[in-house]
């Protein structure tokens, strides 16, 4: 596992590979923005919209890998119109990028333009892709968040049953990953999965 951990660092922030055999070799890998750029995302399905879009209205856009999670929030929505009185179907358009290819989904939405005001992305989604020359691009909540935030004025929440603390190995990458390119701690910006989400959510949605 910490072995993979050390890979997967160093595929992320491209450092330089040395394979040693009778002599050693210097290989170089594509960086990840090398291989952002040859990823043909517009091939990738299209977010389901889950109301009427008003372009009107702020959207929100969920992302997860596991799609039966929708579920919870419709039901974190409801209780958020039982309790604070507001219709979030109502007064958003709510847009999802859910499955095996959640990352890819919200990235093609991303890229072509499409209206985003608020984002709430499940961290390790793992969405991988295999290119011919045999690299391989795995997108997780981070990357869809970091590209949020540099390509528009979104807000963004990330949502996690992982303990966000550089103790738990797997979380570490992504904790580093997001304090690297956005100079902040990734917890300020988190919900947990695993306790009540109604308020935080709420709060979340009324920011400006």
Request: proline share 2%; aromatic share 14%.
């Amino acid at each position: 596992m910490l072995n993979w951990i050390k890979r997967l660092y160093n595929k992320y922030f491209n450092k330089v590979e040395i394979e040693c055999g009778a002599c050693c070799e210097l290989k170089i890998k594509y960086s990840r923005e090398d291989l952002f750029k040859m990823l043909e995302y517009k091939s990738y399905p299209n977010v389901e919209y889950r109301n009427e879009y008003d372009p009107n209205k702020p959207t929100i856009l969920i992302m997860d890998d596991i799609i039966d999670t929708y579920s919870l929030y419709e039901i974190d929505f409801n209780k958020i119109k039982i309790k604070y009185k507001q219709d979030i179907f109502n007064a958003y358009n709510v847009v999802t990028a859910l499955g095996a290819e959640a990352g890819f989904i919200a990235y093609k939405y991303i890229m072509e333009g499409n209206r985003v005001d608020y984002a709430i992305l499940d961290i390790t989604i793992g969405s991988i892709v295999k290119f011919d020359n045999g690299e391989f691009l795995d997108i997780d909540g981070v990357d869809i968040g970091l590209c949020i935030l540099k390509n528009t004025s979104a807000k963004v929440l990330f949502s996690t049953a992982h303990s966000l603390n550089r103790k738990n190995l797997v979380m570490e990458y992504y904790i580093t990953k997001f304090e690297e390119y956005q100079g902040d701690d990734i917890s300020k910006f988190a919900i947990s999965k695993n306790s009540d989400r109604v308020e935080p959510i709420y709060t979340f949605l009324q920011t400006k």
